[in-house]
């Protein structure tokens, strides 16, 4: 049977109905005589990551446990344009047919996976642009002469006056609350 379908609805809040959702999709596979394997909602804010019927699709993809999954648009199923991506990816190489009613998207035809690829350019450039601004940023606070990174916890002065005493890397450790790599780091320096 190559024609199950998952249906994935969401709305943002617990307030939200998905009934519109629900009617358009479920018409629209009714309308190619596709059956429904289940219908998968979640009430959740898109942006974050803690979805549980999200999850419990996706693991039911990795089981071939349907053929295609419907939205009814794509900022109900990603996050993000990265997260869109890497979903559709994984998809693609399961074998599982994606498709967004509203977007006009269906990975199914060769426009749609055109569409895809260009998602894909799209992605990889923000994520590009985003780099270049990280580093960016990072090259700026250090001409600042700001220091980046942890802060130290060490007390090197601290643990070189142990060492000159004569204790033991072991000891000097459980005195100055740090790890024996932290001390011999400290006395290297």
């Not at 596979?29 to 596709?34: D, F, M, N, S």
């Not at 990265?82 to 994984?90: I, Y």
């Not at 960016?136 to 070189?160: C, F, S, V």
Request: aromatic share 6%; net charge positive; glycine share 6%.
């Amino acid at each position: 049977m190559a024609n199950r379908v998952a249906i994935y609805l969401r709305v943002s809040t617990q307030d939200q109905a998905t009934e519109l959702q629900q009617r358009e999709l479920t018409a629209y596979v009714q309308a190619r005589g596709w059956v429904v394997f289940k219908t998968y909602e979640d009430k959740a804010t898109g942006t974050t990551a803690n979805r549980a019927m999200l999850k419990a699709m996706l693991t039911d993809a990795r089981l071939r446990r349907f053929d295609r999954i419907i939205v009814w648009k794509l900022d109900r199923f990603a996050r993000s344009l990265k997260d869109l991506v890497t979903m559709l990816q994984e998809l693609s190489e399961l074998g599982i047919e994606f498709i967004s009613l509203r977007d006009n998207i269906d990975l199914t035809t060769s426009s749609g996976r055109l569409m895809m690829h260009m998602i894909g350019a799209f992605a990889e450039f923000e994520a590009s642009i985003i780099r270049e601004r990280v580093r960016a940023g990072i090259a700026n606070a250090r001409a600042k002469g700001k220091r980046l990174g942890r802060p130290k916890t060490r007390d090197d002065g601290t643990i070189k006056a142990l060492r000159r005493q004569g204790l033991s890397i072991r000891s000097i450790a459980l005195q100055a609350h740090c790890s024996a790599g932290a001390v011999q780091r400290a006395l290297l320096s």
